[in-house]
């Protein structure tokens, strides 16, 4: 009889996750030393200067991206620590829950932050 | 069957003394924790750095204050040593630095590097 053995779901699980984490840390990576090689090379000490730049449409587009990206980052990175450290079935699916939970509030603040138009 | 020792077999860590990658690596995981602890916080300054230019320097007063300072300077050298180990890895998938002279060699200079983090760190910010 024929197995059908991705149905059992263990042959790609993973390999998503695996790939998104390795995409998501060059975005994250890039943009980070661009920003701290921008606030490097010309430090922004006033409000008016700091707003312009970050609430500038590209600036605003590149952060919804990186606040995305890092919430799938953190998520994959977080899950692995927990599949690994918390071995009680209903206590990692708890913690996941609230990692979720809260990584997901994070990034809706985030897109409120950039988006919301009250500054 | 039965196996000649008895499984599963639990390893006493604290007994390992890991190689400089196993370091390295662990040190990964702890920094990227750490970090994802920091979002919240970070993302409460952000947003309040933007609201208007009283809170702006009320941000700027927080983490020119002493404890923030010290805890901005973790997380910084966190960030560091995230991103060093991060393209470590990503050359490790790309097949540099997998032979073990390279792997040590690689390892060895993450440290090094976060040294060099630390201590502009500590020169510039405490």
Redesign the interface.
């Known amino acids: 009889m024929a197995i059908n053995v991705r149905r059992a779901g263990s042959a790609h699980r993973g390999l998503s996750e695996w790939l998104l984490q390795?995409l998501s840390?060059?975005y994250l990576?890039g943009f980070?030393?661009f920003a701290a090689g921008r606030l490097l090379w010309a430090p922004i000490v006033t409000?008016?200067a700091?707003?312009d730049w970050?609430?500038s449409l590209p600036m605003r587009l590149a952060l919804a991206l990186f606040f995305f990206g890092?919430l799938l980052h953190?998520w994959v990175?977080?899950r692995s620590?927990f599949m690994d450290y918390l071995k009680p079935m209903w206590l990692r699916f708890a913690a996941q829950g609230v990692t979720g939970l809260?990584l997901l509030t994070?990034g809706i603040?985030?897109m409120v932050?950039l988006f919301g138009g009250?500054? | 069957m039965v196996h000649p020792t008895p499984r599963p077999v639990y390893l006493n860590l604290f007994q390992i003394r890991l190689p400089v990658g196993g370091v390295v690596s662990i040190l990964h995981?702890v920094s990227?924790?750490l970090?994802?602890l920091a979002?919240?916080f970070a993302?409460w300054m952000?947003?309040r750095?933007?609201?208007?230019?009283q809170r702006?320097?009320a941000v700027q007063e927080l983490v020119r204050a002493v404890p923030a300072r010290w805890v901005l300077c973790i997380v910084l050298l966190g960030?560091g040593h995230h991103?060093l180990a991060?393209?470590r890895h990503?050359l490790l998938?790309l097949h540099v630095g997998m032979s073990r002279g390279g792997a040590r060699l690689g390892g060895w200079l993450v440290l090094m590097l976060d040294g060099v983090v630390a201590v502009a760190l500590g020169v510039s910010w405490l």
Do not use: H, K, M, N
Request: glycine share 10%; no cysteine.
């Open positions: 390795r840390a060059l990576g980070v030393l409000y008016e700091w707003r970050v609430l890092l953190s990175g977080i620590v809260g994070l603040w985030a932050i009250r500054p | 995981r990227g924790t970090l994802v979002l919240p993302l952000f947003a750095s933007l609201e208007s230019a702006f320097a960030l991103l991060g393209i990503l998938d």
